[in-house]
T-cell receptor, first 113, second 115 residues
Framework: ETGVTQSPTHLIKTRGQQVTLRCSSQSGHNTVSWYQQALGQGPQFIFQ???????GRGNFPPRFSGLQFPNYSSELNVNALELDDSALYLCASSLASTRGELFFGEGSRLTVL | AQSVTQLDSQVPVFEEAPVELRCNYS??????LFWYVQYPNQGLQLLLK??????LVKGINGFEAEFNKSQTSFHLRKPSVHISDTAEYFCAVRRKETSGSRLTFGEGTQLTVNP
């Protein structure tokens, strides 16, 4: 059974650029959610994807967008990067029936200069 | 809306000592409660959960937590800690009436176990 894998692990961008982060969900899981964890903070929910559609979103602007593919893998896209977007981005996979038991990847650390 | 407050940002303890990490929550609806652990340079791992039933729940690595509805608390305890328990611990809630993976996390408690 493979766990949740994310890529890249680290990346550096400049303000105004765009970034794409990738996530492969755990085998058998059909739901993917993304979280932003700023330094010294708890993770904050960005959005969730199920059956290739977004079906839940936190308090993040539209420049944060995502995709889910038929194999349940997912992408997080962030446009027009701002300095405050510097954070660890965590992907979590689960079953649609989850009551909150999530399986997290190790994250992608984004630095915006 | 829900909120989670972890009352201590840092907890230093000596090896083999007991520890309690405190978590209070606020919600207008019923919630499920969780503790997740984050080891350095890793993602989060579920430690334990309270969904219903007995208010004392046991998790991995010898940790346990007690749900107190009247005090809206879900404190995490371990009777004897090891060096390997050094990590960041996050308390989280999810509304019962919703579905999916939207958790509200606290800001975390850094547990440091010293020899």
């Amino acid at each position: 059974e493979t766990g949740v894998t994310q890529s890249p692990t680290h990346l550096i961008k400049t303000r105004g650029q765009q970034v794409t982060l990738r996530c492969s969900s755990q085998s058998g899981h059909n739901t993917v959610s993304w979280y932003q964890q700023a330094l010294g903070q708890g993770p904050q929910f960005i959005f969730q994807y199920y059956r290739e559609e977004e079906n839940g979103r936190g308090n993040f602007p539209p420049r944060f967008s995502g995709l889910q593919f038929p194999n349940y893998s997912s992408e997080l896209n962030v446009n027009a990067l701002e300095l405050d977007d510097s954070a660890l981005y965590l992907c979590a996979s689960s079953l649609a029936s989850t009551r909150g038991e999530l399986f997290f990847g190790e994250g992608s650390r984004l630095t915006v200069l | 809306a829900q909120s989670v407050t972890q009352l201590d940002s840092q907890v230093p303890v000596f090896e083999e000592a007991p520890v309690e990490l405190r978590c209070n929550y606020s919600s207008s609806v019923s919630v499920y409660l969780f503790w997740y652990v984050q080891y350095p340079n890793q993602g989060l791992q579920l430690l334990l959960k309270y969904l219903s039933g007995s208010t004392l729940v046991k998790g991995i690595n010898g940790f346990e937590a007690e749900f107190n509805k009247s005090q809206t608390s879900f404190h995490l305890r371990k009777p004897s800690v090891h060096i390997s328990d050094t990590a960041e611990y996050f308390c989280a809630v999810r509304r019962k009436e919703t579905s999916g993976s939207r958790l509200t996390f606290g800001e975390g408690t850094q547990l440091t176990v010293n020899p």
